[in-house]
């Protein structure tokens, strides 16, 4: 910004700024976000994010509910990739009662939360795109999401806010001929994926609205705390999945995308790639798959004590909780991360010395949840 | 014109004094242009939300008539009846004026339009002029509409708008200029014509085409140019704070506009109303419809540009393209 | 000169194949369902509204024993109930579910120990009414009675279409 403040000094001129209240109602802040700009004329000096339209006092609510009944509530946190919200807090909780949950139920989380992965990048696909005015992409993306959300309603009883997940295991096990319906789809997914790359990736206007825009340096993502897909797309190689491994994902070998420039379109391509390797994790899962129970042995009298952190890779990035217990059978004290929170801090670095599309771009490219955001 | 001429000395010898008997011709040729634009527009307004729908696997509106054809009488009906609003703080009679600006321009342009050898409502010599001042018009509506509705979305639309003209306007017209240098005419007319007796236009001037092509989709203000309104970032850009009514003319004209893109495409380029078989009529018709559906084949498809990658597109790529090709059509005018 | 063409070429070629994919898929059939006169067919296992089930006498199967509206999250399920004299079991006078509230997590019909509750299939509530969406006992029950499967995952499907 400082540049561009003696460019003017320098000329002599004193353009007046524009201040324009973006959002909280706009088409392209998904959701309630208000970003406050100013601008000389169409370019934007300072970008700064003004949230809390959606604050829920998730965590306070956390406090005064029993262990099972905190469950919906974290799907309505980030409630794109609901399965993951759910898997960290049942998660923290195992943690803190050592419980042991049975391998079937295992895979049926990996397997789950893999897919989750696949719909929230499609959704983000679909509407990063469509911030760019692409928007039969949107359509597309939601086409594959819809039979995606199909498959998550048959196991689960619902399409977002699946509230399956159960300290200990699952609800209920997957329906029958779950591994032909999910290889079904993966199949035609792949197909999908080809026509996305034909209708955007390769796109020209694609590449030179996203190339060299919103672009977040190594050490500021670091510095900021993103993880994610941010934070690869800088260069950084870093997946909880990989440095702290849950579920069973040390057990299988998966490739990590990262970009080196950290401009949108990297952000883009490895969040296109990650889908590539979630549809090889659900394959391996689905043949993995072992029989038994879904449900391991939980005390009927839970007794929360001490701390505990939980982690995991969301498809917006790390996700974690951390929850305290008082001897009592609620939580004392649960904490959230939300990687939205962070990467919504970076807009300003990204955005500024931009123009408005720009703005926009980053916006979209960091796929924001204010759900997850203001929690 | 022999009709109106008939009409115009029936009405003389009728005893209508002259002024009077002059003005009912034009008058009448107005209110059929208008008729024209009104019925087109209206089943334009359904193909496009019905080629949106299906090129998206939808299928767009279906209720009300087969397929949902008469869907937009009833949005008409619908915009009519809702109230009339002026917000607080407008400039209000700029504010009031900008649509029928808008409007008055994008329906004057169709008095040249060729529709057929003899369905002509004003043959002027100078059409092609006529056409590219009427249509650059259209940017002092969206100033008008951007600056007095006191919005700053509206206001950086209208910024775009007019900052975006100049870079399509000039290679446009450049490009329009080696057609006319091909016919030897500035009459739409007389363009057809030559085209009609040799060929069209198109095989001698691709570069030409796609050149006017781009550029119009700019002065269209259609995706993947459309700046001025983009709804992702402007949220309507310069109509934000229009509606009903008010805000349906400049929807109304944003069709009127892309019927005379498309009729300009198929009459400087693919030979206008001429073709084996069919009535001339028909034959523009089929032409016109086609480069619609050209036009919302494209805006469904591409991401939108940024302004300064507009302009680079005007400046670096359109305006050299368009000038090379003026320079080998001069050329080949000179070798024939 | 060659990078402008090149440009050119490939800014051309990029939109061709843009173009080709969406002109593919306008001949293609449409994937939507025209909604109110077609409809999905919902598993078994979706989480509507909960419902009160009967027995094959069309009795309540409920006993009153609140364990689901303690294990309800929002608390949107009021139970108020009275002993009778020679009856083993409490009468349920009261069964109000408030479904501005409800969130259908679910938790209810999984505490019920007697699978006298279940999530139908019914997710069309909407009203212009707000008190008509506080389901009490005999509408819950009726769409109960309209069950046409076994309950599975704590879901069943109900025969008949809409609440109203």
């Known amino acids: 910004m400082a540049e561009i403040a003696t460019r003017d000094e320098q000329l002599g001129v004193r353009s007046e700024e524009l ?109 990063f795109a469509m911030d760019l005015g692409a928007t039969t992409a949107f359509l597309y993306a939601w086409r594959e999401r819809e039979r995606l959300l199909d498959i998550f309603e048959a196991v689960t009883g619902a399409r977002m806010l699946y509230n399956y997940l159960r300290i200990g295991g699952v609800r209920n096990d997957v329906f029958d001929g779950f591994e032909a319906t999910v290889e079904k789809y993966l199949r035609d997914f792949e197909k999908r994926l080809k026509e996305y790359h034909d ?50 994902y040390d057990k299988y070998d998966f490739e990590v995308p990262t970009g080196q420039n950290g401009d949108c379109y990297d952000r883009y391509i490895v969040r296109m790639k990650e889908m590539e390797e979630s549809v090889k994790l659900v394959r391996h899962g689905l043949a993995d798959m072992p029989a038994g129970d879904v449900m391991g042995k939980v005390p009927r009298r839970i007794k929360l004590e001490g701390d505990t952190y939980a982690r995991i890779e969301s498809p917006r990035g790390e996700v974690a909780c951390y929850l305290v217990g008082d001897g009592s059978d609620q939580a004392y004290r649960l904490s959230w991360r939300s990687p939205c929170f962070v990467h919504l801090q970076l807009l300003n670095i990204m955005a500024r010395g931009g123009l408005v599309a720009d703005l926009i771009a980053s916006i979209g490219s960091i796929d924001i949840v204010m759900g997850e955001v203001d929690r | 014109m ?38 087109n527009c209206t089943f334009l307004i359904w193909m496009e939300r019905k080629v949106a729908g299906h090129m998206q696997r939808r299928m767009g509106p279906m209720r009300l008539g087969p397929h949902g054809i008469i869907q937009t009488i009833a949005d008409v009906v619908k915009l009519i009846a809702k109230e009339d609003v002026i917000p607080a703080g407008v400039d209000r009679w700029v504010f009031v004026l900008a649509p029928i600006v808008a409007f008055a321009p994008a329906f004057a342009v169709f008095m040249v339009i060729p529709f057929g050898p003899n369905l002509i409502a004003q043959d002027l010599n100078i059409a092609l002029i006529f056409i590219a001042a009427l249509t650059s018009f259209v940017v002092i509506s969206f100033l008008m509409a951007g600056w007095s509705s006191n919005n700053k979305w509206s206001l950086l639309g209208a910024m775009r708008a007019s900052a975006q003209l100049i870079s399509y306007e000039v290679p446009l017209v450049i490009s329009v200029a080696s057609v006319a240098l091909l016919a030897g005419s500035l009459s739409l007319q007389d363009i057809v014509r030559a085209q009609s007796q040799s060929f069209w236009y198109i095989l001698v001037q691709p570069i030409g085409f796609l050149v006017f092509l781009t550029a119009s989709l700019a002065e269209l203000n259609r995706s993947p140019f459309d700046m ?53 009529f028909v034959w523009f018709m089929i032409k016109v419809y086609f480069f619609i559906f050209l036009v919302m084949w494209i805006r469904w498809t591409l991401p939108r540009v940024r302004i300064d990658q507009l302009m680079d597109i005007g400046w670096k790529g359109l305006l050299p393209l368009s000038l090379v090709n003026l320079a080998f059509t001069g050329i080949y005018v000179l070798l024939r | 000169m060659g990078r402008f063409l090149a440009e050119i070429y490939k800014a051309l070629k990029s939109a061709a194949l843009g173009l080709k994919v969406t002109v593919k898929n306008l001949f293609s059939p449409a994937i939507t369902l025209q909604y109110p006169d077609e409809r999905l067919d919902l598993p078994v296992g979706f989480r509507g509204i909960p419902v009160l089930l009967s027995d094959a006498e069309g009795n309540l199967k409920c006993t009153s024993c609140e364990l689901c509206a303690r294990a309800c999250p929002v608390q949107c399920i009021e139970i108020q109930s009275h002993r009778e004299e020679g009856r083993k079991l409490k009468v349920l006078d009261v069964y109000n579910l408030d479904a501005t509230w ?24 909407a009203d212009y009414d707000l008190t008509n969406l506080v389901f009490d006992r005999d509408r819950l029950a009726e769409i109960g009675r309209r069950q046409v499967t076994e309950t599975i995952n704590f879901g069943i499907k109900t025969g008949g279409a809409a609440t109203r």
């Open chain 2, 2 to 39: 022999d009709f109106f001429s008939a009409m115009h000395s029936g009405l003389v010898s009728a005893g209508w004094p002259l002024w009077l008997a002059n003005l009912v011709p034009p008058l009448v040729k107005a209110l059929i242009l208008l008729l024209f634009i009104l019925l």
């Open chain 1, 19 to 127: 201040f324009v209240n973006m959002g909280p109602q706009h088409p392209s802040t998904h959701g309630v976000l208000r970003v406050l700009t100013r601008l000389d004329g169409e370019k934007v000096l300072e970008a700064e994010a003004d949230i809390g339209y959606l604050h829920r006092c998730f965590e306070k609510i956390a406090e005064k509910r029993k262990l099972f009944q905190v469950i919906p509530y974290t799907d309505r946190t980030d409630y794109l990739a609901a399965i993951t919200n759910e898997l960290v807090f049942v998660m923290a909780v195992e943690k803190l009662l050592e419980i042991e949950v049975p391998p079937r139920a295992q895979y049926i989380r990996f397997i789950m939360s893999e897919l989750q992965r696949i719909a929230s990048h499609l959704l983000w696909f679909g509407t």
């Open chain 2, 228 to 280: 001025s309104e983009a709804e992702q970032e402007l949220v309507a850009g310069y109509n934000t704070e229009y509606s009903g009514m008010r805000w349906a003319i400049f929807y109304l004209t944003e069709y009127a506009n892309l019927i005379t893109f498309a009729a300009m495409a198929s009459t400087l380029f693919f030979g206008g109303w001429s073709g084996p078989g069919l009535p001339p």
């Open chain 1, 199 to 248: 209708l955007v990736t390769g796109n020209r206007i694609f590449e030179v609205r996203t190339q060299g825009v919103g672009v977040v340096t190594a050490e500021e993502a670091i510095a900021y705390g993103a993880s994610g897909p941010v934070l690869r797309a800088s260069g950084v190689k870093y997946d909880v999945r990989k440095a702290d491994p849950y579920l069973v």
């Open chain 3, 102 to 125: 409800c969130m259908y997590c679910g938790l209810c019909v999984e505490a019920c120990p007697f699978d006298a509750l279940a999530m139908s299939d019914q997710f069309e509530l």
